[in-house]
């Protein structure tokens, strides 16, 4: 590229930028005016923009006393970016421009990514779990009630409800660790109308996942990694049970048998077509060798 067409592609990039801040800012005032955050339950804009964008808290705070002063101070100048943005995807100026904006968005989007991760890292090293729906026989949040918007307050489950399904947890342990099979434990649980999670009816895999969580040994599991105990969570059976209850289905998995390897695989060749032989065992016939 020559120097004119740097110094015209990084105008008009200048330009974009300034276009995509403009309209920011009038996204966010119209949020503020509309008190979207106070009906979603949040004390304020920027507290919103902070949990739904995650960015920090002063940068939120500066979007919203920005886009608050395009009213005042910056009434006048507001539109100004708008119309000197005279970006057309027609020249490869402003292609380049689009293309690099969209680059600059995937890095943001990479940047909010691994700020998630780090907390919830930082959540699991602490022992709490970084979100998610109440588990089976765990403590957590109670189903919200019919007319629940997001933003009203929740309702812990009632111990009375964890209670039965801890019980039931204790007792397939119980049973499976004295010989009895798994579909028999499933009859039986669907027999005497014992639901599983969200209230079906319990099935194979559904039982079989459930039994192997970590959370019923008080464990925290954090990209497949124990990560330490949970906080405030009694736990259901011992470590060393849990250990069991996973080795036990491990030994049960289903799949194709790994294959045996015979002598002189892939070494000797057939006397007819040269190919090279294989073993492959079939009863009906007489060996090759």
Avoid at 141 to 160: F, I, L, N, V, Y
Avoid at 170 to 175: G, N, P
Wanted: charged share 25%; proline share 7%; with cysteine.
């Amino acid at each position: 590229m020559t120097e004119d067409q740097v110094l015209e592609t990084l105008e008009s990039r200048e330009a974009l930028v300034r276009c995509l801040e403009a309209f920011d800012l009038a996204l966010v005032r119209d949020l503020d005016g509309r008190d979207v955050a106070g009906r979603a339950g949040v004390a304020s804009t920027a507290l919103l923009l902070r949990d739904r964008l995650k960015i920090r808290p002063a940068q939120a705070q500066a979007r919203v006393r920005l886009a608050a002063g395009l009213d005042g101070q910056l009434g006048a100048t507001r539109q100004a970016p708008l119309s000197e943005a005279l970006i057309s995807a027609d020249h490869a100026a402003g292609r380049r421009a689009f293309r690099e904006a969209m680059v600059a968005a995937a890095g943001e989007s990479d940047l909010i990514s691994e700020r998630v991760q780090r907390g919830n890292t930082r959540r699991a090293k602490r022992g709490r779990h970084h979100g998610g729906g109440r588990a089976y026989a765990m403590p957590g949040w109670a189903p919200p009630p019919p007319g629940w918007q997001p933003g009203d307050p929740r309702t812990p489950e009632d111990p009375a409800v964890i209670a039965p399904e801890r019980a039931v947890m204790r007792d397939c342990y119980d049973r499976l660790f004295a010989g009895e099979t798994l579909s028999g434990l499933v009859w039986d649980l669907r027999a005497r109308g014992v639901t599983g999670p969200r209230g079906v009816p319990w099935a194979r895999n559904t039982l079989t996942r459930t039994l192997q969580r970590p959370a019923l040994a008080g464990l925290l599991v954090h990209k497949g990694k124990i990560m330490g105990t949970l906080v405030d969570v009694e736990p259901i059976v011992s470590r060393e049970e849990w250990e069991r209850m996973c080795g036990l289905f491990d030994s049960r998995r289903r799949g194709r048998p790994a294959g045996r390897t015979h002598l002189l695989t892939a070494l000797l060749r057939c006397g007819g077509c040269g190919k090279l032989l294989t073993g492959r065992p079939l009863r009906a016939q007489t060996p090759y060798l």
